[in-house]
T-cell receptor
């Protein structure tokens, strides 16, 4: 069965410092992987996706993620945090068992950015 | 703005009642998905419709049901409401039913059951 583990429930960084949000997955199939962001009282917005093309994926707002099959990881990074990056981030795996598109969400990582 | 709309934004009701949440997908999207987000369960997939037909079921209670209409909008019906049904309910849509296509999420409906 597929699953997603976000290794940190909370991450706190200072503005201008790098961000690392960690995600490990398990999947019986060849997965698609996504990172979504949820700002307070808002819906989820797609940051980036991996669909078996390039292993280093660039997303919006300077975020990127690297798919490492040997480590079953899909960590999200950003070189320099902005105050506006404070939000909850979800790592998501998508599979197509039985012919339908199923998203499995991680528990989320809440990112705090301090001045 | 994802292009997915949900109404109402907030809903406050009492235990035992029935409510209907509405979702309009992005123009051209055939798939609609419903999710529940609660503090204790996180984000969970409830049900999916594709071009009017039920496609997949997740952790959806028997008291809940959904449908997708010919104009592709969808409604999620929650009945015999309990305190534990209080949550944020999201609708998402995608063009086709593929694991490679991202889903676009609406702003959610916050349901409070008193």
């Amino acid at each position: 069965a597929q699953s997603v583990t976000q290794l940190d429930s909370h991450v706190s960084v200072s503005e201008g410092t790098p961000v690392l949000l960690r995600c490990n997955y398990s999947s019986s199939y060849s997965p698609s992987l996504f990172w979504y962001v949820q700002h307070p009282n808002k819906g989820l917005q797609l940051l980036l996706k991996y669909t078996s093309a390039a292993t280093l994926v660039k997303g919006i707002n300077g975020f990127e993620a690297e798919f490492k099959k040997s480590e079953t990881s899909f960590h999200l990074t950003k070189p320099s945090a902005h105050m506006s990056d404070a939000a909850e981030y979800f790592c998501v795996v998508s599979e197509n068992p039985g012919g339908y598109n199923k998203l499995i969400f991680g528990a989320g990582t809440r990112l705090a950015v301090h001045p | 703005d994802s292009g997915v709309t949900q109404t109402p934004k907030h809903l406050i009701t009492a235990t035992g009642q029935r409510v209907t949440l509405r979702c309009s997908p992005r123009s051209g999207d055939l798939s609609v998905y419903w999710y529940q987000q609660s503090l204790d369960q996180g984000l969970q997939f409830l049900i999916q419709y594709y071009n009017g037909e039920e496609r997949a079921k997740g952790n959806i209670l028997e008291r809940f049901s959904a449908q997708q209409f010919p104009d592709l909008h969808s409604e999620l019906n929650l009945s015999s409401l309990e305190l534990g049904d209080s949550a944020l309910y999201f609708c998402a849509s995608s063009v086709v039913d593929s694991p490679y296509n991202e889903q676009f999420f609406g702003p959610g409906t916050r349901l409070t059951v008193l």
